[in-house]
């Protein structure tokens, strides 16, 4: 990521973050920020189902859901290794699925992919920004875990709203 940003910038940002409390509202914003921060193309956070073993983005920019098995592609694989994963030449890594590409006709010259884990130290998604000019280093990696353990707390309240607000109309 581009140099760390001002400790008030991030404050201001979890601030407005926490008046959206849908998943639907707040993560555009945490796209956009990530994206603003880091100097990437692109910003996916796919939230992962154990029990189904899949992953799926809530947010992708400019592309429809996006459905992944656990076993697959880099996200997958951040999945099962439980530790960010970067990727300069995604092309030339056995791990790429270059079936979303070839779906999409976005051209992906780079990859960070990190786990986001709950308060129970799980992983309940992986965040990833593609395609930074200069590609990514060990020192954007750090940066990302620490922003997606800002995010992950926000995360896991989200999904137990819109799991609750899914519930409530269930009932009407």
């Known amino acids: 990521m581009n140099p760390a940003p001002s ?3 991030l404050a201001d940002f979890g601030r407005a973050l926490l008046n959206r409390p849908s998943l639907q509202e707040g993560l555009p914003m945490i796209s956009a920020y990530a994206k ?3 100097g990437a193309e692109r910003c996916s956070i796919f939230v992962y189902n154990p029990k189904i073993e899949m992953l799926w983005t809530t947010l992708a920019d400019g592309n429809e ?26 092309y030339e890594d056995d791990r790429f699925l270059h ?4 779906k999409t006709g976005f051209v992906t010259k780079n990859i960070a992919s990190i786990p986001i884990f709950n308060s129970s130290r799980q ?16 020192q954007d990696a750090k940066a990302m875990i620490f922003f997606s ?24």
């Open 7 to 9: 400790y008030s910038a």
């Open 99 to 102: 079936t979303v590409d070839n």
């Open 123 to 138: 992983i309940i998604g992986v965040f990833q920004l593609l395609n930074k000019p200069e590609g990514f280093s060990q």
């Open 36 to 38: 603003e921060v880091s």
């Open 65 to 90: 859901k996006i459905m992944v098995h656990k076993d697959d592609g880099i996200v997958g694989h951040t999945v099962k290794e439980g530790k960010p994963i970067l990727v300069n030449n995604p």
């Open 149 to 172: 353990h800002y995010i992950s707390g926000y995360l896991e309240l989200a999904m137990l709203f819109d799991d609750q607000v899914s519930l409530l109309k269930k009932e009407d």
